[in-house]
């Protein structure tokens, strides 16, 4: 079955719908389910034209600490010289919708779905909206954390489509995940990638550990075990899940269950300060 990337249209529900029930905040996780990006809830940025977004993770105290993840709709046309104000930030673009051109350090590339630019920080970036329909991306930030002996990561773009799928050890392919970032380059401090379960597949414990996540679901659907609850999520969902909420899922719907992940990873646990980690700004 081909891959899918679902992305947001916005709208609002009419005054005769229920209201989508599946919104959860808790002191371990938090799901935003598809039916909560309305028209009403969208944020803007200075120095955007024809742009809105819907911000779904910012660092938090007590919660998730370590990034911000924004939905982007750029209109055609759209876009930004100056898209961020902070030189300390590094970014990851996945494309959904559309196409986009990015110039990082002077280097244009186009981008489609399925598309992926790692940009790091202190680079001189902008993105246009290039096609005739809106161009539709999650942009994730986070601050690069210097590590003695290792410089910052280069700038690169690729495609999921391009990518191989990895499986995890005995599933037979049911549970795999496709790296946008080389997990063995130490020089980078967070992940991204794809996983996808086949109908059927799961994540047979509960995994507990010390990596914060975001999880988009791109397509599918699945249940999920966050903390105490099961909950069902769908194409368009958002989960964020904060360190060391137990997790599991089990794919339940006739097609893939695929979803974006964000996770920080290759660097020591800070020990000063009440939350110890440079993302509070986000």
Same mark, same amino acid.
């Given at each position: 079955?081909?891959?899918?990337?679902?992305?947001?249209?916005?709208?609002?529900?009419? %005054?005769?719908?229920?209201?989508? %029930?599946?919104?959860?905040?808790?002191?371990?996780?938090?799901?935003?389910?598809?039916?909560?990006?309305?028209?009403?809830?969208? $944020?803007?940025?200075?120095?955007?034209? =024809?742009?809105?977004?819907?911000?779904?993770?910012?660092?938090? $105290?007590?919660?998730?600490?370590?990034?911000?993840?924004?939905?982007?709709?750029?209109?055609?046309?759209?876009?930004?010289?100056?898209? =961020? @104000?902070?030189?300390?930030a590094q970014s990851a673009l996945f494309v959904t919708e559309g196409?986009? $051109?990015?110039?990082?350090?002077?280097?244009?590339?186009?981008?489609?779905?399925?598309?992926? &630019?790692?940009?790091?920080?202190?680079?001189?970036? $902008?993105?246009?909206? !290039?096609?005739?329909?809106?161009?539709?991306?999650?942009?994730?930030?986070?601050l690069w954390e210097p590590a003695e002996g290792l410089t910052r990561?280069?700038?690169?773009?690729? @495609?999921?489509?391009?990518?191989?799928?990895?499986?995890?050890? =005995?599933?037979?392919?049911?549970?795999?995940?496709?790296?946008?970032?080389?997990?063995?380059?130490?020089?980078? =401090?967070?992940?991204?990638?794809?996983? !996808?379960?086949?109908?059927?597949?799961?994540?047979?414990?509960?995994?507990?550990?010390?990596?914060?996540?975001?999880?988009?679901?791109?397509?599918?659907?699945?249940?999920?075990?966050?903390?105490?609850?099961?909950?069902?999520?769908?194409?368009?969902?958002?989960?964020?899940?904060?360190?060391?909420?137990?997790? &599991?899922?089990?794919?339940?719907?006739?097609?893939?269950?695929?979803?974006?992940?964000?996770?920080?990873?290759?660097?020591?646990?800070?020990?000063?300060?009440?939350?110890? @980690?440079?993302?509070? %700004?986000?």
């Open positions: 079955m081909s891959q899918s990337y679902y992305a947001p249209k916005g709208g609002l529900a009419p %005054q005769t719908a229920l209201m989508t %029930q599946r919104a959860v905040f808790t002191e371990a996780y938090a799901v935003i389910p598809r039916g909560c990006f309305s028209d009403i809830v969208t $944020s803007y940025l200075p120095g955007w034209r =024809d742009t809105r977004l819907w911000i779904i993770a910012r660092p938090m $105290s007590g919660f998730a600490e370590t990034f911000s993840q924004y939905v982007m709709e750029v209109a055609p046309g759209g876009g930004s010289d100056t898209p =961020d @104000n902070d030189p300390q196409t986009l $051109s990015v110039t990082i350090d002077g280097t244009t590339h186009a981008l489609t779905a399925g598309g992926f &630019a790692y940009i790091p920080a202190g680079s001189i970036w $902008s993105l246009t909206a !290039t096609g005739d329909t809106p161009a539709r991306f999650h942009w994730i930030r986070k990561p280069v700038a690169f773009v690729t @495609n999921e489509r391009d990518l191989p799928k990895n499986a995890m050890p =005995d599933t037979e392919g049911r549970w795999a995940t496709t790296r946008l970032i080389d997990t063995e380059d130490m020089r980078h =401090d967070m992940h991204v990638n794809v996983v !996808t379960f086949e109908p059927g597949g799961l994540i047979p414990f509960e995994e507990t550990h010390v990596m914060e996540h975001g999880l988009y679901v791109l397509q599918g659907k699945a249940s999920y075990k966050l903390n105490k609850d099961w909950v069902e999520v769908e194409a368009g969902d958002f989960m964020w899940l904060r360190a060391y909420c137990p997790q &599991a899922c089990y794919a339940a719907g006739p097609e893939p269950f695929r979803y974006l992940l964000y996770k920080d990873v290759n660097r020591h646990a800070r020990l000063r300060g009440p939350w110890s @980690n440079p993302g509070h %700004q986000g």
